[in-house]
């Protein structure tokens, strides 16, 4: 694999509900995220507004079993399949998209 | 509707197929080029490679016609549900997630 890294040593993942398709969230992952995502199954971020890591459901128990990670093709995206134990917002939505843009 | 975008005036989007929902791509926004994808209900988007504005299949016909615009909860990211007029990635596959990554 070939992974393109930001300057701050960040990329992007587009985390999917694998049954029903909907896409939870967006959030961002280091190299160390990425590889505790791998090593666990489950995912992990990097919270750029705290700056630590983050493993997702830790907290509320709305943990995100990992299934499948692709990538794009220019490396610098990653799509988590996932199997979700909650709803994915802290909003208690879930999805984080449970908005339409009105113009 | 309030978006955040980043420090470099971008905000991230994700085009997700309306029919299938396959995740398709991941690319950039400016306001500009977002209100384009408004105004023309076509994706716009800011190359950051080229640093130009790109009209998503202009070149290659693969248009992709929006059908809804949705964000998420901290609105830093958005999610646009398409009718794509053909492949999305530019190596001609479907999607541009189209590698599983091995580790």
Redesign the interface.
Known sequence: ?ELNFDSYGLI?A?I?DVK????L??AWMNSESLKKT?ATGETWFWSRSRKELWHKGATSGNLQKMV???????GD???IMVEPAGPA???G?QT????????
């Open positions: 694999m992007p587009v999917q029903t398709k909907d896409v969230m967006v791998i499948e990670m692709r990538y794009d093709c220019d995206t990653l799509l917002c802290h909003t939505n984080c998209f449970y908005r339409a843009l009105e113009e």
